[in-house]
């Protein structure tokens, strides 16, 4: 093993050298400060060691049972806490949330179904006053066109008169010119038979 | 890492080992030795050494990561403290899972154990570092001192109920006896593979990569050295988490047994 190799090593180069150079101080030490062996089976250090693990391990211990283990013990609980409140908190949130949009999609019917109803009274009250109007206008328009046709008869009337009378006038006019001499009721009559022609 | 080691053991001994530059030479070892950090007297047990500095560094970070990180106890936590509760969480998810409800009250033991090894490991990655779990003595410790309380605890919680861990009710009549010698042994043996897999683990990684370091030194195979020495970097990286998993998770279920030894 490197050990021994080392052990060898040492004994042939330095095998004439100084032993007071080496100041040895251990059993488990070589004249040069090397380890013989396994330090680890040096029964000279153990009991050494084991005082400082034993002094070692109750200081961490206490440090750990003290005051490490119940901060970081208390730091979880405080953040599971936080948690849970929190996720309580968030479901509270939720159940509001989803009421609020009751209320609301309730208040959005409601209001849908209001302007229904106005939308329709508007409707029906337009269509009555429609039906007034229209009917009103209508008895108006007939009284008008009866009115014009009892005017157009009287002008109809009056201008077969007119032509009766211009005929009569330009028919004694004619004969006149013609050399007779026309009288009046032969005229007329002529006129008559013609006009009803 | 381990060359920089290696010229802390050459500066004391400088110019005998340049005398042998020529040929290759290995101290794969020599980052494995305890030594004291101020002088250079005798290695006793309450003497300061270089365990103790790289103990107190682990103690420090673990202070830093879990007690400092969470200071702020942000609700929404920041890098350093999302670390320390997914550290935590990964320990508690794991006893819970493996050792059941009533093996929570003993988080926090396997928590230390956890944090402890996980940060030595990582710190023993660092160059020049000394890897204080790479030492038997240290995981030998651990590892009985699991071995001890769960079986404490066994006997504590069960009576002599605790042995019917060893009596498989499930097998034939016949074969019980014999299972029950070998159920016996391996709970015996249980301390001894777990200090022994840690420090294993530990040892022969930092080993290898020193070795590699040593070949670096060679002017034909240094690329290569070099590429070993990441490479093999990388897996001591995972090696050193899972070690430290390996280590908890067994933990957790010596501790199941202990506390339902029943089959």
């Known amino acids: 093993m490197a050990t021994e190799t080392h052990a060898a090593a040492t004994d042939a180069a330095h095998g004439a050298a100084d032993a007071a150079h080496g100041a040895?101080?251990?059993?488990?030490?070589?004249?040069?400060?090397g380890a013989i062996g396994m330090p680890q089976l040096c029964g000279e250090w153990m009991g050494n060691q084991v005082f400082w693990l034993v002094v070692t391990l109750v200081v961490i211990f206490?440090?750990?049972?003290?005051?490490?283990?119940?901060?970081i013990a208390g730091i979880l609980a405080e953040r599971?806490?936080?948690?849970?409140?929190?996720?309580?908190?968030?479901e509270d949130l939720k159940h509001k949330a989803v009421e609020a949009e009751e209320a609301y999609n309730k208040a959005l019917a409601d209001a849908r179904a209001e302007a229904g109803r106005i939308v329709a009274e508007a409707k029906a009250e337009i269509q009555s006053e429609l039906d007034a109007e229209i009917a009103?206008?209508?008895?108006?328009?007939?009284?008008?066109?009866?009115?014009s046709e009892k005017a157009i008869a009287e002008i109809r009337a009056g201008a077969l008169e007119a032509v009766k009378e211009v005929a009569k006038d330009t028919a004694k006019e004619i004969v006149a010119a013609m050399g007779g001499k026309a009288?009046?009721?032969t005229i007329t009559s002529a006129i008559g038979t013609r006009m009803k022609g | 890492m381990a060359t920089e080691t290696h010229s802390t053991e050459a500066a004391a001994n400088g110019a005998e080992h340049a005398e042998e530059?020529?040929?290759?030479?290995?101290?794969?070892?020599?980052?494995f030795i305890v030594k004291p950090l101020f002088g250079d007297g005798p290695v006793g047990t309450f003497t300061i050494t270089n365990v103790t500095?790289?103990?107190?560094?682990?103690?420090?970070?673990?202070?830093?990561?879990?007690?400092?990180?969470?200071?702020?106890?942000?609700?929404?936590?920041?890098?350093?403290?999302?670390?320390?509760?997914?550290?935590?969480g990964f320990v508690y998810k794991m006893v819970e899972d493996v050792a059941g409800k009533d093996g929570l009250r003993y988080f926090p033991y396997i928590?230390?154990?956890?944090?402890?090894?996980v940060m030595a490991n990582m710190l023993g990655l660092l160059p020049m570092a000394f890897t204080t779990t790479s030492h038997i003595a240290v995981t030998a410790v651990m590892a009985m001192v699991v071995f001890l309380s769960v079986t404490i605890i066994g006997f504590w919680k069960n009576g002599f109920g605790f042995l019917s861990l060893f009596w498989i009710s499930s097998a034939p009549l016949v074969l019980r006896p014999i299972l029950a010698i070998i159920e016996v042994i391996s709970y015996f043996v249980r301390p001894v593979s777990h200090s022994i897999r840690l420090a294993g683990n530990m040892m022969a990684g930092h080993a290898v990569i020193k070795v590699f370091a040593a070949f670096a030194a060679l002017l034909a195979i240094s690329p290569f050295a070099v590429l070993a020495i990441t490479a093999i970097y990388a897996l001591e990286l995972l090696v050193s988490f899972i070690q430290a998993y390996v280590f908890a998770i067994l933990t957790c279920v010596y501790l199941k047994d202990a506390l339902h030894p029943h089959h």
């Open chain 1, 24 to 33: 040895t101080t251990s059993v488990c030490l070589n004249e040069y400060g």
């Open chain 1, 62 to 71: 206490f440090v750990l049972s003290k005051i490490a283990l119940p901060r």
């Open chain 1, 80 to 90: 599971q806490g936080s948690i849970t409140s929190d996720l309580a908190a968030a």
């Open chain 1, 136 to 147: 009103k206008a209508d008895a108006e328009i007939a009284a008008k066109s009866a009115e």
């Open chain 1, 183 to 185: 009288d009046a009721k």
């Open chain 2, 21 to 31: 530059g020529s040929s290759l030479v290995f101290h794969p070892m020599d980052q």
């Open chain 2, 53 to 88: 500095l790289w103990m107190a560094l682990a103690v420090l970070s673990i202070i830093l990561l879990l007690v400092v990180g969470t200071s702020r106890r942000a609700v929404v936590p920041g890098r350093t403290q999302s670390i320390a509760e997914l550290a935590y």
């Open chain 2, 111 to 117: 928590m230390t154990l956890f944090m402890f090894i």
